[in-house]
T-cell receptor, first 116, second 111 residues
Framework: NAGVMQNPRHLVRRRGQEARLRCSPM?????VYWYRQLPEEGLKFMVY????????ESGMPKERFSAEFPKEGPSILRIQQVVRGDSAAYFC??????????????FGPGTRLTVL | KQEVTQIPAALSVPEGENLVLNCSFT??????LQWFRQDPGKGLTSLLL?????REQTSGRLNASLDKSSGRSTLYIAASQPGDSATYLC??????????FGQGTTLQVKP
């Protein structure tokens, strides 16, 4: 059973370009979470998605950032018009989230975004 | 607002020592608490998850305790080894499912 997969592992963009980060959850997991780790800072929650639904986006910056988890395919975190401050490691986690319980989140290896 | 604090921020010990990492949280209304390990440039590995109704969990040389009333958790590592060198993160769950992380404790175990 493959773990959470993220690609690309490293992404370099110039200011003003778009960044697309992909996350494939573990098999059987329908809940996806995105976290960001800025240099010298802890991990911060960004968004929580189920298939085709955004459940909690309280940690997402109001502008330039969006996330989706379509019925088919991976979850995508999209950053438009990137700025240097977006340089960070972006982690995706997935869980089975059985009804009535909070399930363990399993993390992917992360995508390290560098904005030049 | 839930805040999670980990002390110390960094720790260096000789191989073989037993050690304790501390985690405190401000809001005791949590569902559970999870300890992770992060190696440099890598993702997170889940070590232990403690449900809010439990007091401790054990896995090999690791033991994690939880005291909700005082807002504290400890991770005990027995007989530390150089391979234990990493950053250890604690995170709490609220009912929304999102994890709130502490800043981490960076551990170095010297051979």
């Amino acid at each position: 059973n493959a773990g959470v997969m993220q690609n690309p592992r490293h992404l370099v963009r110039r200011r003003g370009q778009e960044a697309r980060l992909r996350c494939s959850p573990m098999k059987g997991h329908s809940h996806v979470y995105w976290y960001r780790q800025l240099p010298e800072e802890g991990l911060k929650f960004m968004v929580y998605l189920q298939k085709e639904n955004i459940i909690d986006e309280s940690g997402m910056p109001k502008e330039r950032f969006s996330a989706e988890f379509p019925k088919e395919g991976p979850s995508i975190l999209r950053i438009q018009q990137v700025v240097r401050g977006d340089s960070a490691a972006y982690f995706c986690a997935s869980s089975r989230r059985t009804s009535g319980s909070i399930d363990t989140q399993y993390f992917g290896p992360g995508t390290r975004l560098t904005v030049l | 607002k839930q805040e999670v604090t980990q002390i110390p921020a960094a720790l260096s010990v000789p191989e073989g020592e037993n050690l304790v990492l501390n985690c405190s949280f401000t809001d005791s209304a949590i569902y559970n608490l999870q300890w992770f390990r992060q190696d440099p440039g890598k993702g997170l590995t889940s070590l232990l998850l403690i449900q809010s109704s439990q007091r401790e969990q054990t896995s090999g040389r690791l033991n994690a305790s939880l005291d909700k009333s005082s807002g504290r958790s400890t991770l005990y590592i027995a007989a530390s080894q150089p391979g234990d060198s990493a950053t250890y993160l604690c995170a709490v769950f609220r009912d929304t499912g999102k994890l709130i992380f502490g800043q981490g404790t960076t551990l170095q175990v010297k051979p």
